[in-house]
């Protein structure tokens, strides 16, 4: 069986209302989110899972708030495992917004793997998707790196992605053998309270909460709850107290 090791690493922050995150609930209350590039090891694979801001901001203050490290690159950030970007082998994205694809062009030797509908978002998106710029992609589209896909695929063994249109029409989360079970990175922007809503939700019945910012809440969800039944270690993607986690599996 192949079982992986998996890195969060800071790759920038968000400060806003926390009803971004969590439908309907929250309004008002300011949040600080961490922003992910899941670095993937073993069986001879260099993967990440999203590659984050290009130029992420780091003040003690959003360190604080998120309880971890802010990496300034994504360099600074991979040199903590003693590796590259060009050293990845592969980047798989939960969706192409912004701050999800911002380092791909530095993964030169990496196959990257996306969902089709998100190809075709980003190069001719709505005025909503304002998140989706090309100039992201453009470079590793025209040599070749991108790799898509419109169904559920084993990527490699012990790694799948699968189709959560959640947050975007393409969004898709991944699942990765760990010794400790199998990790859920959600394709969708979400914390863990979104899994685990407090009791004054839970009594209304919601046994989770849908995403902030959804295409259709829901089916976003079912979609969630899905997933929440799926996972043995469940990781919604802009959840901070990862980021004061080294390694999971």
Known sequence: MSLYKIHPIVMGTKVFDKSFM????????????PIYSWYIEGNG????????????????????AIGGRIYTSLEEGLARWDTAPE???IVIHTHLHNDHCENDDKCINASIY???KEIQTILDPHPLDYRY???F????????????????IEVVPGISMF?????????MSVMIDTKDGKAIITGFCCIMENFNPPPPVRGMGLEVIPSGTVINPYK????????????DILMPFHEPKFASVDTIG
């Open 133 to 135: 710029m090309e100039d």
């Open 45 to 64: 694979h260099k993967i990440l899972v999203d590659t984050g801001e290009l130029s992420p901001a780091r003040s003690e203050a959003r360190e604080e």
């Open 220 to 231: 976003a969800y079912d979609i969630m709850l899905k997933v929440k039944g799926m996972a």
């Open 114 to 116: 996306v969902h089709e």
């Open 137 to 152: 992609i453009l470079g590793v589209q025209e040599n070749g790196q991108i790799i898509t896909t419109d169904k559920d």
């Open 163 to 171: 189709h959560t249109p959640v947050h975007t029409e393409g969004g």
């Open 87 to 89: 050293e990845i082998d």
């Open 22 to 33: 969590t439908y309907q609930f929250g309004y008002g209350q300011k949040y600080t989110i």
